[in-house]
């Protein structure tokens, strides 16, 4: 097989298909079209190498509700305050210099490295926003995703997490989910649980009907 052009990709967490654009990626294309480009001669052939690196967690870079603004049901919208910085730069121009590297070593010609842009919100793997810690003043969440302040609200998305690796971190939230579930379930199952799930129920008093909180500690509720 002739070997042609290859683009090296530099972006940080940036997907290959976004990078390269999805024609030619299989799991991005399909049909008529797709086989004929894929019956092509191998001279007319090109590849893409993408990167993903991690973006460093800065304090400066957050999420607040901006009063200013209003949806128009006429709520506070959210406000995103987020940007690379140095690390990330200094990052994105490694991975892209390496890459090259790494082809023309594996024999790989006329190879072209480019930094193609990148920005937060560019990837679909963004993190943050309720980090996990032991001190409410400083975090969202304690080490079982469970809130500080509402007790009985769990949040086992990327929220969670500062920062992450250069891989998918698909798996890991499914880990922290089901870690987080079968805390919850061990704690319902406590009398002297902190974990409050709660509901209104309907209570005759006499000839009249009331509305109670009633919390439930274990199978049977505890209404006041």
């Not at 797709?34 to 993903?52: V, Y």
């Not at 990330?88 to 892209?96: F, P």
């Not at 891989?167 to 319902?188: G, W």
């Not at 009907?209 to 919390?215: I, L, S, T």
């Amino acid at each position: 097989m002739t070997k042609e052009i290859i683009y090296v990709v530099s972006d940080i967490r940036v997907q290959q298909a976004e990078a390269i654009g999805t024609k030619e990626v299989a799991e991005l294309d399909f049909g008529g079209d797709f086989k004929e480009i894929l019956s092509r001669p191998a001279e007319s052939w090109t590849m893409g190498l993408g990167g993903f690196g991690e973006m460093l967690p800065y304090y400066e870079n957050k999420v607040y509700i901006d009063h200013s603004k209003k949806d128009k049901w006429g709520q506070p919208v959210l406000a995103i305050d987020c940007e690379y910085k140095e690390n990330e730069a200094k990052m994105r121009e490694d991975m892209m210099y390496d890459a090259a590297e790494m082809l023309e070593a594996a024999g790989a010609k006329k190879v072209k490295a480019y930094d193609n842009g990148c920005y937060p919100g560019m990837t679909i793997h963004e993190m943050g926003t309720a980090r996990m810690g032991n001190d409410p003043k400083e975090s969202v969440l304690n080490k079982w995703n469970q809130m500080h302040e509402v007790s009985n609200v769990f949040v086992t998305d990327g929220s969670c997490m500062p920062s992450s690796a250069c891989q998918n971190p698909s798996l890991t939230y499914m880990a922290l989910t089901a870690r987080a579930c079968d805390y919850a379930v061990k704690e319902l199952k406590k009398k002297t649980s902190r974990l409050r799930l709660f509901k209104y129920e309907k209570i005759k008093n006499g000839n009249d009907w009331r509305w109670q909180k009633c919390f439930y500690w274990s199978s049977t509720p505890n209404c006041s």
